[in-house]
Every structure is written in C-alpha cells, then in structure tokens.
C-alpha cells in the first residue's frame, strides 16, 4: 500500500524521485515498470504496471457507444505513459503529461493505496484546502460511509 504526502521537487529534465521508502517495493511490484495518466482533477496517476493493466482491462470493456465511458477511455488509455525507475529511482514525466498537470518544479506525491497521484504543489494546496472546506458544509454522508469508522 502507498500512502502519505511527499513534496518532490522536479528536476530540470523533467524528471522525479520516488522516496527511498517506495522504491524497494516498487521494484519487488513491478521491476520499477509505472504507468503514468491523466486524472479528471488535473493531476497524474502513476500506477505500478500490474495495477494499470487490471484497470486498462476494465476501460477497455466499457461499451464504446457510451459517451462517458468513451471519454474516460481516450483520457485515462490515451495519455498512458509507461516509465521505468532509472537507478536513482526516478522516472522521467513525459512534457505533454507534464503541461496537462501544470507541474514546474515543487510538486506532490500523494499514496493512494495501490497509485500514487502527482500535483503541483500550489494545485494540491488549493484543491485540498477547497476539499476541507465543502466537507465541513455537508450536512448528510453518502450511504457508504456513514458505516465507516475512523
């Protein structure tokens, strides 16, 4: 599992370093095989190889005729980006992947459990500041979380 906030800085080549506490399991996942994607909040996800292609199956599967489902297949597919972790652990983010997401130099890497997702750092501060802020406005839980115990 994958988790914590991580303030990486981007190289001059566009390139980034996974902290040392990823990079062994990483390894041991996926021989440092990553996918790198879009998401729909203007981030990265960044998949260990295993994990994108059991996701990657189920896009695949989704009705073509769909109009959401098709969308989310020419986003998510179309912009899939394989990377290697090079021996200093790094991966090197690809311009347009880069530009999409807005990344300059301080970004952010968040654990998500079995991904990670990539933010600039002023994006994530805001995006997580206006998050905070519209949970504290919600009055009623959704079903499935009214069960969950924190």
């Known amino acids: 599992m994958f988790r914590g906030v991580t303030h990486i800085n981007l190289d001059s080549k566009g390139r980034i370093a996974f902290p040392s506490r990823y990079r062994d399991r990483l390894q041991s996942l996926c021989e440092g095989h990553l996918v790198v994607t879009v998401d729909r909040d203007h981030c990265l996800l960044v998949y260990p190889l295993p994990e994108w292609e059991a996701i990657e199956q189920k896009l695949v ?20 980006t ?12 690809p311009p ?55």
């Open 61 to 80: 599967k989704l009705p073509s005729l769909n109009r959401t489902a098709r969308r989310l297949q020419r986003l998510l597919i179309g912009h899939a």
């Open 82 to 93: 394989e990377c290697q972790l090079d021996g200093n652990g790094r991966i090197l983010v």
């Open 96 to 150: 347009p992947l880069r530009e999409f997401a807005g990344l300059e130099k301080k970004t952010v890497l968040i654990g998500q459990g079995n991904k990670f997702e990539l933010w600039d750092e002023a994006a994530w501060f805001e995006r997580r500041d206006e998050w905070l802020a519209e949970a504290s406005e919600e009055e009623e839980l959704p079903e499935e979380l009214e069960a969950l115990s924190l």
